[in-house]
């Protein structure tokens, strides 16, 4: 038992010794990360003398705990951490530029959606206003002939909207007194072609029987009266569909009055809505465009008026009937590319066969084929040139988005459309690009020393109207 405290004595003896030699090693280890971060000792900077030491604090204040002026570095086992890149660095270069061309083209395709629904909204009036700009792009000449002849501009304007009004009503009245005299005489042809037809039929190799025949006229028998208030319907609709085509022809009438008599000042109102930088590109643009329009409205009439004066007279002679009617039904689809003169010419191709019979048809089908490629190859080239020249690819998207969007007015007004807006878009990059080499040539002048050339002359202007385009 005496052994007991000399063993404890001496146990203590060697724990108070370990902690010692691990203080003093703490010690060197901090006075090794000071030198390292460049520090003489501990909490002193290099180079620092103990006159510039803080005096120190009176006994009786606690003595302030100086903050520190660095943080020390990390001892060096420890791992090496890389920083991490900008999120605008760390995506790729070709993901940046698609998702900019992304987002504008959201915004455009919005923008675009929009507009086509309040067109869809007011049809009727976009419709009315495009039949005017066609209507004035005809009778615009007229009217600066008569002005140059000395009549006043109000007195032309009246003269020439009252003529090409009360020709295109007598037209129409001729159009629709051909169709009811002719009516009797074609429902008698109707039924005796019919007639014809089943006979054809039952004496042809792809057996018909009359049984068949008598079946599918049941059926078709059935299927009207089954049908009876859907015809209704389809009636009422057709009043109301004429009640709208009489709204949007007194609207054109109107529209087409103004644009001929004060379009200058109309074009000039379009213009202050431009903003300032780009009202010039658009003062030089608006009467190419106007051009480009004014071509295609006259040589479509042109190759219309001759399909329709040609295709009626093989008609004429091939002794089908409602040959004036389907002339003029010929000139009016001419205005809708490729479709319009398929329309047409199967329209007098069916008459032909139902009336007069099957070599009769087959002339007025070959008449139809041989005038639409003269139409195509000689007359389109030469009348309409290279100012309304579209690809057939972008007349035939143009002609089914139109249909799709607007009817039968879409397709009409679709080529035209693409062939303006092709004619604006060439100008306007031409033009940027001839100013982004003006400003690029005269810093150049510039800096070699010599006076820069005179800006050109700003054009004369404001734009003349549409309606009011001379030469």
């Given at each position: 038992?005496?052994k007991v405290p000399g ?173 009811m005299d002719n009516l ?160 047409s010419g199967a329209l ?124």
């Amino acid at each position: 038992m005496s052994k007991v405290p000399g063993l404890l004595g001496a146990l203590g003896a060697g724990l108070t010794r370990m902690g010692e030699r691990l203080d003093e090693r703490r010690v060197e280890n901090e006075a090794r990360a000071d030198e390292d971060a460049g520090l003489d000792g501990p909490g002193a900077p290099v180079g620092s003398d103990d006159s510039a030491a803080p005096a120190p604090a009176p006994a009786d204040e606690p003595a302030a705990v100086p903050a520190p002026d660095h943080v020390p570095a990390p001892p060096a086992y420890a791992p090496a951490v890389a920083a991490r890149p900008d999120p605008v660095a760390a995506v790729p270069w070709g993901m940046r530029v698609a998702a900019e061309i992304g987002w504008r083209l959201l915004v455009l395709a919005g923008t675009l959606w929009v507009l086509m629904r309040v067109i869809s909204a007011v049809r009727l009036v976009v419709l009315a206003f495009v039949a005017a700009l066609f209507i004035t792009a005809l009778l615009q000449p007229t009217v600066s002939r008569l002005k140059r002849m000395g009549l006043p501009r109000g007195l032309a304007t009246a003269v020439t909207a009252i003529s090409g009004f009360v020709v295109m009503g007598l037209i129409g009245w001729f159009v629709v007194w051909q169709v009811m005299d002719n009516l009797d005489t074609l429902s008698e042809k109707v039924r005796a072609g019919i007639d014809e037809l089943k006979r054809w039929l039952l004496n042809s190799p792809f057996h018909v029987t009359e049984d068949q025949i008598n079946q599918v006229a049941k059926n078709l028998s059935d299927t009207i009266g089954h049908n009876t208030n859907e015809i209704t319907s389809a009636g009422l609709q057709g009043v109301t569909v004429l009640v709208e085509v009489l709204t949007g022809i007194l609207l054109a009438m109107f529209s087409t009055l103004f644009l001929l008599y004060d379009g200058k000042n109309i074009w000039h109102w379009v213009l202050r809505l431009v903003p300032e930088q780009a009202r010039p590109a658009m003062a030089g643009a608006g009467p190419r465009a106007w051009r480009t329009l004014t071509a295609y409205v006259r040589g479509t009439v042109i190759v219309a008026l001759i399909d329709a004066i040609f295709i009626g007279l093989g008609i004429y002679f091939l002794h089908v009937p409602m040959a004036v009617p389907l002339s003029v039904f010929i000139f009016l689809f001419a205005f809708i590319p490729l479709v319009g003169a398929v329309i047409s010419g199967a329209l007098a191709v069916v008459v032909a066969l139902v009336t007069e019979g099957v070599f009769a048809a087959v002339m007025v089908l070959v008449v139809v084929l041989l005038v639409q490629q003269i139409e195509g190859h000689v007359l389109q080239p030469f009348i309409l040139g290279r100012a309304v020249r579209v690809h057939p690819l972008a007349v035939v998207l143009s002609v089914a988005a139109g249909g799709l969007i607007g009817g039968i007015g879409g397709s009409v007004v679709a080529v035209p459309l693409v062939a303006v807006t092709n004619t604006v878009v060439g100008y306007l990059r031409a033009t940027a690009k001839e100013n982004a080499l003006r400003a690029a040539v005269v810093p150049e002048q510039e800096a070699a020393g010599a006076e820069p050339e005179p800006p050109a002359p700003p054009e004369p202007a404001p734009v003349p109207a549409p309606a009011s385009l001379e030469k």
